[in-house]
């Protein structure tokens, strides 16, 4: 299986997550990639540090996500809901191969995630077609109103679905000290144990 980590800025949490997994299940398949990432930035030091207290050694480069990435993975684990719903919303053709690590282990709120992602897909539905139809008719600014006002019961559905989910976010240490930096491992380690868990279950 093919397994990618998502987080911001693939310095901190889903290098993190990309290298316990490496370590605790080497056949498989891991990369790791951010939303909002440069192209071959070292990983945070802190990062580093935290990881050779454990006694492993981090040698990574950050990516971006690409479609070429979400190809090739089978299994997309992101560290927030808000990565998660940012992945839906760029790349709709893959959301079934996106989930929170927190969520994909612990299986709850699947009915709801469900929900979510058809109200997210009518939503750029809708979106999509009311711009083409009046576009031409409007200014932007008016535009920009009589969109929001043609989508606020879709955009009312997605907030009262979202309010019923539970928190899945792994907290993003950057700018914090080691002690934070810490607490983020140790979270992620917990979750990449009940993921290592899963996966080995799944296999036999």
């Keep these: 299986m093919n397994i990618l980590f998502v ?8 290098p993190m997550a990309e290298t316990l997994l490496k370590q605790k299940l080497p056949k498989a398949n891991v990369q790791s990639a951010g939303i909002f ?18 006694d492993i050694k981090l040698a990574h480069e950050s990516q971006p996500i690409t479609a070429r990435l979400l190809n090739w993975a089978d299994l997309v684990l992101t560290m927030t809901t808000q990565h998660k719903q ?12 996106f989930f929170t690590l927190k969520e994909y282990v612990s299986e709850a709120d699947k009915e709801v995630w469900a929900e979510l992602k058809k109200v997210y897909a009518n939503y750029e539905e809708k ?6 139809e009046n576009q031409h008719k409007f200014d932007n600014t008016i535009l920009d109103q009589k969109l929001g006002e043609h989508l606020q019961s879709d955009i009312e559905k997605i907030q009262q679905l ?3 989910l539970i928190s899945y976010d792994i907290s993003d ?22 993921l290592v868990e899963k996966l ?5």
């Design 173 to 194: 240490p950057f700018g914090g000290d080691l002690t934070v930096y810490e607490k983020t491992l140790d979270e992620i380690e917990l979750y990449v144990n009940m």
């Design 7 to 14: 987080c911001t800025g693939n310095t901190c949490r889903s």
């Design 127 to 132: 979106r999509f077609k009311f711009i083409q």
């Design 162 to 164: 979202e309010s019923n």
């Design 86 to 97: 940012s992945l839906i919303l760029q790349y709709p053709d893959y959301t079934d191969k």
């Design 200 to 204: 080995s279950k799944s296999e036999n």
């Design 37 to 54: 990432a440069g192209e071959k930035q070292r990983a945070n030091q802190h990062t580093i540090t935290v990881l050779k207290n454990k």
